[in-house]
T-cell receptor, first 110, second 115 residues
Framework: RKEVEQDPGPFNVPEGATVAFNCTYS??????FFWYRQDCRKEPKLLMS???SGNEDGRFTAQLNRASQYISLLIRDSKLSDSATYLC???????????FGKGTLLTVNP | GAGVSQSPSNKVTEKGKDVELRCDPI?????LYWYRQSLGQGLEFLIY????????KSGLPSDRFSAERTGGSVSTLTIQRTQQEDSAVYLC?????????????FGEGSRLTVL
């Protein structure tokens, strides 16, 4: 089983839609969780951290389910500018080594 | 500069040649990472430097790969006797502390093509 797995997509949704991505991780000792966004041929940038209690930032909501070992990202009211690849990242037990998933490609259509 | 700087942005080389990729992290960031990203693939961890501690080299794919970080700042990733499968974008990132404690800031990457 891969350490961090994501559905590669692509997800094609219309503007205004709600879309959700899941990411599963294999190391139960993982302590920190993140969602990164990567635009085409650009570097990844942090979108949001994922906290145990769940957290929201505008249209974006991240949640952690430790029992089932997955994190999720929900995007409400999708915008064209949300089109990108979304990478989940999980630290190993050492808490510094970030392991990334392969990413989920989202395309928001007009 | 304000961000992580990498050079060269693009490098085309012939199989068997050595290449050096440079990373200049954000000033004051003690942690520095190298990842690589092949077409359609995720980020593959290569190596991690933290302050004066011994680096975590567990991700280096072979002994043709090496990296150093001088003076706790600039880092160089060296690939000897390049192979076609080394073609990828090599991304450097820095953070204030370990990845679990803070955000990783990535450079724009060095795109390596081995012919």
């Amino acid at each position: 089983r891969k350490e961090v797995e994501q559905d590669p997509g692509p997800f094609n949704v219309p503007e205004g839609a709600t879309v959700a991505f899941n990411c599963t991780y294999s190391n139960s000792a993982s302590q920190s969780f993140f969602w990164y966004r990567q635009d085409c041929r650009k570097e990844p940038k942090l979108l949001m951290s994922v906290y145990s209690s769940g957290n929201e930032d505008g249209r974006f909501t991240a949640q952690l389910n430790r029992a089932s070992q997955y994190i999720s990202l929900l995007i409400r009211d999708s915008k064209l500018s949300d089109s990108a690849t979304y990478l989940c990242a999980v630290t190993e037990g050492s808490n510094y080594k970030l392991t990334f998933g392969k990413g989920t490609l989202l395309t928001v259509n007009p | 500069g304000a961000g992580v700087s990498q050079s060269p942005s693009n490098k085309v080389t012939e199989k068997g040649k050595d290449v050096e990729l440079r990373c200049d992290p954000i000033s004051g960031h003690t942690a520095l990472y190298w990842y690589r990203q092949s077409l359609g693939q995720g980020l593959e961890f290569l190596i991690y430097f933290q302050g004066n501690s011994a680096p975590d080299k567990s991700g280096l794919p072979s002994d043709r790969f090496s990296a150093e970080r001088t003076g706790g700042s600039v880092s160089t990733l060296t690939i000897q006797r390049t192979q076609q499968e080394d073609s990828a974008v090599y991304l450097c990132a820095s953070s204030l502390g370990g990845g679990g404690a803070g955000e990783l800031f990535f450079g724009e990457g060095s795109r390596l093509t081995v012919l």
